[in-house]
């Protein structure tokens, strides 16, 4: 059986992974999301190399080999479940449930799992919007783009958001941001460098575009169209 730490590193490899499809994991990257010191991450992956779990180059960096990608993905379906659990049963806020994800992971059984998953009705995304791997190992894709890559005029549907930091996700629950709103792309004002978006109830809400590459929705029936 994996140690939580080796299966706290085969998950964030994954992840960061998904950041740059086909290229290596640096390690210098792997080291800034683990908190370590590059040292302690190369010590890792060489042995984590040698567990095969990846396929480590001196220098380039590292992925993760079939039997690592399946290990992550077991972790991410935990993760998920988890935090769906603590926010639909347990009624937790989304803005403080990594960190109690991240503790229970490691002690749940696959068994365990998949009864959570019943319970929970075999839900798609956590509460964030993050897709949860099947009990097959595959994860789920959806056709989602950043909020700061489309035209004014936009009708979106918020899908997703991938910063989940808690002071993020206090900011978007103020602003009544949270995947499944239906919102519009109102305008933009490039010397300010904003997005004004216009939600169902015609609150409008200004966000950075920094912020708004956090924020991945969906189009509705095509009407939304990337920036030029």
Do not use: C
Not at 43 to 60: E, F, N, S
Not at 103 to 131: Q, T
Not at 197 to 210: A, F
């Amino acid at each position: 059986m994996a140690t939580s730490t080796v299966e706290n590193y085969i998950k964030q490899l994954y992840l960061l992974g998904q950041e740059r499809p086909g290229a290596p994991v640096l390690m210098g990257d792997l080291a800034r999301a683990m908190r370590v010191v590059p040292g302690t991450v190369t010590t890792m992956i060489k042995a984590l190399a040698r567990a095969g779990l990846v396929r480590h180059t001196p220098r380039v960096g590292a992925r993760l080999t079939p039997a690592g990608e399946r290990l992550a993905l077991q972790m991410l379906r935990k993760h998920r479940l988890i935090e769906m659990f603590l926010v639909q049963t347990l009624k937790l806020d989304w803005s403080e449930i990594h960190e109690e994800a991240e503790l229970l992971e490691h002690a749940l059984s696959d068994r365990l799992v998949e009864k959570l998953d019943a319970f929970l009705g075999h839900p798609k995304v956590d509460p964030h919007g993050d897709p949860i791997p099947t009990a097959k190992g595959q994860m789920p894709e959806r056709a989602a783009q950043p909020l700061s890559e489309l035209t004014p005029g936009s009708n979106v549907t918020l899908s997703r958001i991938t910063r989940q930091d808690a002071e993020f996700l206090r900011f978007l629950t103020e602003a009544g941001l949270q995947p499944g709103r239906k919102l519009k792309l109102a305008r933009r004002d490039p010397v300010a460098d904003l997005l004004v978006v216009t939600l169902g109830d015609g609150r409008e809400v200004s966000l950075g575009s920094k912020a708004a590459r956090h924020l991945l929705v969906e189009s509705e029936s095509g009407k939304s169209k990337r920036k030029k």
